[in-house]
């Protein structure tokens, strides 16, 4: 399928890679449709491109394997966050935060409050917002993370999701 993005044209994308947010992102309800866009020359950065409808916003937002940037960095799911997903097992997920880069990259920070999960098996995903969470919205990219962008010990397609499950505790 072609789909049209601000910041590389036209692209063809295959149908079985959309992924289904039921209850689209908190500020884009309405955005229910999204492919992730892997391009080298941003790695370890995606893009979560949304597929729009006519009239709806053609947005893309970057993203991160959060464990890059903290290795400790852990959740809990709820019961209901996996019935939305249509997951039992965590292990099938893959997990992400939404990065902003502002004016100066060096300020760059990731949104650990509300990682962005997706069964890649059933292709289903969802912002899950940590309510009470000792995370903020605007971790620094770089706060300690430098050495591990740099050179990361592990996947930076967010195959790490295994290091986080439902039973993990918030500390």
């Known amino acids: 399928m072609r789909i049209h993005t601000v910041n590389f044209g036209d692209l063809d994308v295959a149908p079985d890679t959309v992924i289904i947010f039921d209850d689209g992102l908190p500020g884009f309800p309405q955005l229910r449709r999204f492919v992730i866009l892997e391009?080298?020359?941003i790695k370890p950065l995606h893009y979560l491109q949304a597929l729009p409808d006519d009239d709806t916003p053609a947005i893309a937002l970057y993203l991160i394997n959060p464990f890059l940037v903290?290795?400790?960095?852990?959740f809990r799911l709820t019961d209901s966050d996996m019935a939305t997903i249509k997951s039992a097992n965590s292990v099938e997920l893959?997990?992400?935060?939404?990065?902003t880069i502002p004016a100066d990259p060096r300020e760059a920070t990731l949104n650990l409050m509300a990682p962005i999960v997706i069964n890649e098996k059933?292709?289903?995903g969802r912002q899950v917002i940590l309510h009470d969470s000792?995370?903020?919205v605007k971790h620094p990219l770089l706060s300690n993370a430098g050495q591990d962008l740099e050179n990361p010990g592990q996947d930076g397609d967010g195959e790490t999701?295994?290091?986080?499950d439902e039973n993990a505790e918030n500390d």
């Open 94 to 99: 893959i997990i992400y935060a939404v990065v």
């Open 70 to 74: 903290d290795s400790s960095y852990e």
């Open 134 to 136: 000792k995370y903020s």
């Open 161 to 164: 999701a295994g290091q986080q």
């Open 122 to 124: 059933d292709r289903r």
């Open 39 to 41: 391009m080298e020359d």
